[in-house]
């Protein structure tokens, strides 16, 4: 379990940064999952907000609408040039998240709308079987930008994309891009 180690000289110039951790299905572990990417975060000097929210919100439903006793969830963080992309996997992929329209008085049903808030993308990847990963992207400021990284922050898109759909990504051809209604 990588738990956030600091980074030597070398790769702090590096643009490419990932941390992943695999935790139980567990409100305890929801709360580490954000915890732990905070401090990841602060680590490589980048902003806590909104990245802390997104993680709070895919970790939760990860643990509320995806779990399976006996298997953990994994939390992913990659940092790619300027983009920042968040990424929870859990092993109930029958299960694809959508985004809903809460009736005001409800407690609960709001987190995917607030991913697609905070998030400049997010999308999901379904398997392998049983899993699924539902990710989200924040692109980074320039002030945050190496500028010799090189980097244009062409990760993979899946297939179930949320925000701007009439924009493509420059790293799928249009026809392998389709994107949720709703």
Same mark, same amino acid.
């Given at each position: 379990?990588?738990?956030?180690?600091?980074?030597?000289?070398?790769?702090?110039?590096?643009?490419?940064?990932?941390?992943?951790?695999?935790?139980?299905?567990?409100?305890?572990?929801?709360?580490?999952?954000?915890?732990?990417?905070?401090?990841?975060?602060?680590?490589?000097?980048?902003?806590?907000?909104?990245? *802390?929210?997104?993680? *709070?919100?895919? *970790?939760?439903?990860?643990?509320?609408?995806?779990?399976?006793?006996?298997?953990?969830?994994?939390?992913?963080?990659?940092?790619?040039?300027?983009?920042?992309?968040?990424?929870?996997?859990?092993?109930?992929?029958?299960?694809?998240?959508?985004?809903?329209?809460?009736?005001?008085?409800?407690?609960?049903?709001?987190?995917?709308?607030?991913?697609?808030?905070?998030?400049?993308?997010?999308?999901?990847?379904?398997?392998?079987?049983?899993?699924?990963?539902?990710?989200?992207?924040?692109?980074?400021?320039?002030?945050?930008?190496?500028?010799?990284?090189?980097?244009?922050?062409?990760?993979?898109?899946?297939?179930?994309?949320?925000?701007?759909?009439?924009?493509?990504?420059?790293?799928?051809?249009?026809?392998?891009?389709?994107?949720?209604?709703?």
């Amino acid at each position: 379990m990588n738990q956030g180690t600091a980074l030597p000289d070398a790769q702090l110039h590096n643009p490419i940064h990932n941390f992943s951790v695999q935790l139980s299905p567990t409100p305890r572990g929801a709360r580490l999952a954000r915890l732990l990417a905070t401090e990841q975060l602060r680590s490589w000097g980048l902003p806590l907000d909104p990245a *802390a929210h997104i993680v *709070a919100e895919l *970790a939760a439903n990860a643990v509320t609408h995806g779990r399976i006793p006996g298997r953990d969830f994994l939390l992913l963080l990659h940092v790619v040039g300027d983009t920042l992309r968040i990424e929870v996997t859990d092993t109930c992929g029958d299960l694809l998240p959508y985004p809903q329209h809460p009736v005001p008085e409800a407690e609960s049903g709001r987190g995917l709308l607030l991913v697609d808030a905070f998030a400049d993308r997010w999308g999901v990847a379904e398997g392998p079987a049983p899993r699924k990963t539902v990710w989200a992207e924040i692109a980074l400021s320039p002030i945050l930008r190496n500028p010799c990284s090189g980097g244009t922050s062409d990760l993979p898109q899946e297939t179930r994309e949320g925000k701007n759909p009439t924009k493509p990504h420059p790293s799928l051809p249009p026809a392998a891009q389709t994107h949720p209604s709703g």
